[in-house]
């Protein structure tokens, strides 16, 4: 039977826990390692509401992308959600499992899942991880060349993103080169200009990236939580591959915290 601690490691082989950032908190946050796993629900996002969903399908692990924990917990006395999430999984016996910053840097990781979804190919690192020069956050690649509002338009249809905010003032007319990072990637803009982008699409830009910048590239803001969603895909395959066997399902219940109108 499958353990946690499998579970764990072949994600840990594929993003190891050495590229997260210094205030991430990557890997098991609740539960026992030695626990043989049922199911897997795949998430980007750890709510109550996941957590029902987890076990209405008699999944007893949850992987997600957003770590519950950040920071250790002083009380658990159920007065806020992330307290009661705690409390119910260890009740349930349900583990918990993050992979966030050191699946962003991993090769192969978001944004190449991101790159992949939109035909950009010839892809390198944007910002070489200190450990490893061949991970690292954000990539560049090239595309076909293709006017911008196309390019634009077909980012918002692939990606299902239902709001999407660019540079209006930006002179580029084709794009031919486009770097990319899930999550949130205004640090590398200068970067991205610096390597040649044309474009640059992340989430969580800023008023300020745009009158700053934004006669010089094309920024694309697609949202947080649309350009990390591939996560989920990145999760199914690598413990497919490694347990064709083992059970994963895509949370339902899972919808952006960030709504439109």
Known sequence: MIKV???AKVIEDFAPKSLQESYDNTGLQVGDPEMQVSAVL??????EEILDEALRRRCNMIISHHPLLFSGLKQVTGATPTQRIVARAIKEDLAIYASHTNLDSAVDGV??????????HRLRVLEPHASDSSAGLGIIGDITPTPKLEFLRKAKETLNVGCLRYSAQSPHIVIRKVAL??????????RAIAEGADALLTGDLKYHDYTSYGHDILLADIGHYESELCAKKLFS???RDAFPDCVTYFAETESSPVATI
């Open 237 to 239: 395959r690598i413990i």
């Open 181 to 190: 990072c899930g999550g949130s990637g205004a640090s590398l803009i200068r």
């Open 42 to 47: 795949l998430c980007l996002d750890i709510t």
């Open 5 to 7: 601690k499998d579970i």
């Open 111 to 120: 944004s190449y899942e991101l790159a992949r979804m939109l035909n950009i």
